[in-house]
T-cell receptor, first 114, second 111 residues
Framework: GAGVSQSPRYKVAKRGQDVALRCDPI?????LFWYQQALGQGPEFLTY????????KSGLPSDRFFAERPEGSVSTLKIQRTQQEDSAVYLC????????????FGNGTRLTVT | TQLLEQSPQFLSIQEGENLTVYCNSS?????LQWYRQEPGEGPVLLVT?????EVKKLKRLTFQFGDARKDSSLHITAAQPGDTGLYLC???????????FGAGTRLFVKA
């Protein structure tokens, strides 16, 4: 497909486990964003990549959260030692360029920490 | 810190009614975007407004950007059940590196 693809669609983790969430952006899109969306809320910015460079990680809640995009395409968001408050939908978005460029979102990964 | 406040948070109306939702900030944005999100899916872009005072129409939806580029509104005429969803406004911060979102207005249109 031509859209942003995220996997897995759903993830259940026991508290303390590590998880890895994958995002395949639209081919050729320079910018890639990760957002966290709690139930009934708007997406909260986590981090931003321009190609392989992570230019802004100011939204990552703690040092348990880590994101990478080593070849400027696929990105992985890793959460170590998951806690119940990490339960949320994690959305990935890509855009063709930086600045006034619409975001194309995937359908998200719903993470539930038990 | 740039924040976007949306109102109302929740709106339940009858089919055929008109409605307006608002997006306000104390900060200036280079552009504002409106997205619509349905359950289990990611947000989908409806429109981008760039120029202060700009008005854009998309069928029964009218979007306006405030003159000072700090606020925006979305007006829906003759709402239909298919308009049901979460409406999100979003703005690019002045650095242009990230787009921030409001908390959204959840609209429910009853047939």
């Amino acid at each position: 497909g031509a859209g942003v693809s995220q996997s897995p669609r759903y993830k259940v983790a026991k508290r303390g486990q590590d998880v890895a969430l994958r995002c395949d952006p639209i081919s050729g899109h320079v910018s890639l964003f990760w957002y966290q969306q709690a139930l009934g809320q708007g997406p909260e910015f986590l981090t931003y990549f321009q190609n392989e460079a992570q230019l802004d990680k100011s939204g990552l809640p703690s040092d348990r959260f880590f994101a990478e995009r080593p070849e400027g395409s696929v990105s992985t968001l890793k959460i170590q030692r998951t806690q119940q408050e990490d339960s949320a939908v994690y959305l990935c978005a890509s855009s063709f360029r930086q600045g006034n460029s619409p975001l194309h979102f995937g359908n998200g990964t719903r993470l539930t920490v038990t | 810190t740039q924040l976007l406040e949306q109102s109302p948070q929740f709106l339940s109306i009858q089919e055929g009614e008109n409605l307006t939702v608002y997006c306000n900030s104390s900060s200036v944005f280079s552009s504002l975007q409106w997205y619509r999100q349905e359950p289990g899916e990611g947000p989908v872009l409806l429109v981008t407004v760039v120029t202060g005072g700009e008005v854009k129409k998309l069928k029964r939806l009218t979007f306006q950007f405030g003159d000072a580029r700090k606020d925006s509104s979305l007006h829906i005429t003759a709402a239909q059940p298919g308009d049901t969803g979460l409406y999100l406004c979003a703005g690019e911060n002045t650095g242009g590196f990230k787009t921030i979102f409001g908390a959204g207005t959840r609209l429910f249109v009853k047939a």
